[in-house]
């Protein structure tokens, strides 16, 4: 069996539910379109995404022995629901549990040193989202899944409740050649759904318009008018794109426990989140992905909710 095919039978004992291996070559047609993107501002705030552009697009530039990428995806989805309630703010799925970077980082450095076992001289470098990747194509490339118009990478076998990671390997390996066509047809639900119009043009998202980039991302004291008013009910993220797609029928509970909701709660009150001390935010949220978006700007998206978009106190 080759290395490649003993790879795959790997990451599927550590989790993963779906793994291509592709050249590491360059990203030339995607990185246009995500150059495109950022001279159109569609990243906000988000200056990191502009630093040093060029390395989400070529993988040597991130580790100069590159020769493969290997592109792995883990199924997050748990069989739950939110609670329909204006005292509670909605989580978005993907951080209903343990942090997901904290999962696939031990995942991708068990899966990394087999293959090193396996091939003396093996060396590689592993990404999990905050690495300058284009995660999203390498995985279109691989033969993951297809983009979707809501720019979430789609898979048959499990819906867009997939996270992405990647090892950059300095070994050359065999190759996946097949990609999957995009299924998406005519269907515009994702864009109908968006309450904001976040999504401007099919494969396409405006990220200033967007819940979930206002709720983690932006830094601001109070949220964007036109959030505030359409919010939906959103206290971290949001999911209703990804809630609406039909390829999601086919999504299937993940194995890893650690994705499950921490204290059973898919939504927090409102009022828990206005009042709570720092000591209280530091133990609740040790280990969770929610944490990125820090107190204040909890508070702040809990005030918005609740109608007071002018927080009293952080």
Not at 155 to 181: K, Q
Request: proline letters at 5%; one cysteine or more; aromatic letters at 8%.
């Amino acid at each position: 069996m080759s290395l490649s095919l003993r790879i795959k039978e790997k990451a599927a004992e550590l989790g993963f539910c779906k793994t291509g291996i592709v050249p590491a070559s360059e990203l030339e047609t995607e990185g246009s379109l995500f150059f495109r993107w950022l001279q159109d501002g569609f990243h906000g705030k988000m200056a990191w995404l502009q630093r040093e552009p060029e390395k989400r697009v070529e993988p040597k530039l991130i580790f100069p022995d590159a020769r493969s990428v290997i592109v792995l995806a883990m199924n997050y989805y748990t069989p739950h629901g939110h609670k329909d309630s204006p005292s509670v703010g909605k989580i978005s799925r993907y951080s209903w549990g343990d942090d997901y970077h904290d999962v696939l980082r031990e995942r991708l450095r068990e899966l990394l040193e087999w293959v090193k076992a396996e091939h003396p001289g093996a060396d590689g470098k592993l990404c999990v989202d905050t690495t300058p990747v284009l995660e999203k194509a390498w995985a279109v490339r691989a033969g993951i899944g297809w983009l979707g118009k809501h720019t979430n990478v789609i898979t048959t076998t499990h819906g867009s409740w997939v996270f992405l990671g990647e090892i950059i390997l300095n070994l050359e390996l065999e190759y996946d050649t097949e990609t999957i066509e995009d299924h998406c047809g005519s269907c515009t639900a994702c864009i109908d759904s968006c309450p904001t119009n976040a999504i401007i043009e099919p494969y396409v998202v405006d990220s200033r318009k967007c819940i979930s980039y206002a709720t983690i991302e932006l830094r601001d004291e109070t949220l964007p008018a036109e959030i505030a008013a359409n919010q939906n009910g959103w206290l971290y993220g949001c999911d209703i794109c990804q809630d609406v797609c039909p390829w999601n029928r086919f999504e299937k509970p993940a194995d890893e426990p650690r994705f499950e909701p921490r204290n059973n709660e898919t939504s927090l009150s409102l009022e828990a989140v206005t009042d709570m001390s720092h000591n209280e935010y530091v133990e609740r949220f040790r280990g969770s992905a929610m944490k990125r978006t820090k107190l204040s700007g909890l508070k702040r998206n809990a005030l918005a909710l609740t109608g007071q978009r002018k927080p009293k106190s952080f």
